[in-house]
């Protein structure tokens, strides 16, 4: 197949928000600046977890913005997810993803691969506050998730689980977590399956909370399962799916690591652009300067491209483009951002060295996004097989 054949994810598409997008934007942006920008610096510092502020989101139906109403959620589109993402982030990257991570990899599976059964006993649930977690990565698999070890048997209406999970978002504040574990290890990939696990299950433990380089106000922590004991009917789809559905929600989730990355680098260029027309050298402020203005220029034109495939690429949701679409869009945006973040430091100079000016917060936050939910290596892989496929 030609890259002219497979098409783009610009073709027949508008680029223009809804009226009822624009108002969640604004109203979003209006409560990111109000409730959540005033202790972001303090929360770094600290590595404390904002309970109060997601209680308040939760009011504000964005921790269930995918749930349909008829278990308590909002009910958006994608691109409407995608837009709050994009409106938390440009404040505070760790909030976003605690929030991506409820959305993403804990609701949107349930919804899209549960019982009605599980889905009317979790779905309220989250809807209503409670935040939820995706077990898959090991410390012995990350980017070859069929190669995870976790094990899972049945044991009349049980299933139990023995393993370990890492760099888990959300552990040890999460409700439920969606974990994946090998049910028949004779078939490979085809003997992994995928478990709504609570995270009051008898045998499910904690670990110690990691000590991260950014995203200090988000909580990543390991899990084990020592013979941890789930009913059978919280099982998602069938035996031996999980593979299918660990990838399938990766598809989704990586269009919100997108939109995490534009609202950072959104962010890294207003700092940049604010501290260039203050910062005076050699009589002058630096903005007026050629070398920042052409800095700035490839920032904005970066941003723009990264917005839009972003945008675009929701609209391919659940088609066979989906996982080449959302992974251009995660690798633009990441990629774009962390050289927003570089690029705005380099203008704030030494200042920029220093945690009392912000971008040096961003510069932290940044670098994670081009590592999970896919390395940006693996995000090249996955679209060079629909290429040549």
Not at 39 to 51: L, N, Q, T, Y
Not at 329 to 335: D, G, N, R, Y
Not at 372 to 385: D, F, K, V
């Amino acid at each position: 197949m030609s890259v002219e054949a497979s098409g783009s994810a610009l073709d027949g598409l508008s680029f223009a928000l809804t009226e009822e997008q624009v108002l969640l934007r604004d109203e979003v942006r209006r409560f990111a600046e109000e409730r959540i920008a005033p202790g972001v610096a303090e929360r770094d510092r600290e590595h404390s977890f904002p309970a109060d502020v997601l209680a308040e989101m939760a009011e504000l139906g964005l921790l269930s913005m995918l749930v349909p109403e008829s278990h308590g959620g909002a009910g958006m589109d994608v691109l409407a997810y995608l837009v709050a993402i994009e409106e938390i982030a440009r404040v505070c990257p760790s909030i976003a993803v605690t929030m991506s991570v409820t959305n993403s990899v804990c609701c949107w599976p349930i919804v899209h691969f549960g019982s009605d059964d599980l889905k009317s006993r979790v779905l309220p649930a989250l809807a209503a506050g409670e935040i939820g977690g995706f077990g898959l990565t090991e410390p012995g698999s990350g980017s070859d998730a069929g190669a995870l070890t976790t094990t899972a048997r049945r044991d009349g209406e049980s299933w139990v689980l023995d393993g370990e999970k890492a760099w888990i978002t959300n552990a040890g504040v999460g409700a439920y977590f969606v974990v994946l574990a090998r049910t028949d290890p004779e078939a490979g990939k085809r003997g992994i399956s995928a478990f709504v696990v609570p995270a009051d299950a008898p045998g499910l433990v904690v670990g110690p909370p990691e000590e991260k380089l950014g995203l200090r106000a988000s909580v990543t922590a390991g899990l084990r399962f020592e013979g941890c004991r789930v009913d059978a009917a919280n099982l998602l789809g069938e035996p031996g799916q999980g593979l299918k559905i660990a990838l399938s929600t990766l598809d989704h989730s990586r269009l919100g690591i997108a939109a995490q990355a534009v609202g950072v680098h959104q962010r890294a260029l207003d700092l940049a652009v604010a501290y260039a027309q203050e910062r005076v050298q050699f009589g002058v402020p630096i903005a007026r300067h050629q070398a920042i203005q052409f800095k700035l220029a490839e920032m904005a034109t970066e941003l723009e491209a990264a917005r839009v495939l972003t945008r675009a690429a929701a609209s391919y949701e659940g088609s066979a483009e989906a996982g080449r679409f959302a992974a251009e869009a995660k690798v633009l945006a990441s990629e774009a951002a962390n050289r927003a973040c570089y690029e705005s430091l380099q203008i704030h100079g030494g200042n920029g060295f220093s945690e009392d000016y912000e971008i040096a917060r961003l510069y932290r936050d940044v670098r994670v996004l081009t590592i999970y939910e896919g390395t940006s290596e693996m995000q090249r892989l996955i679209i060079a097989r629909h290429l040549l496929r």
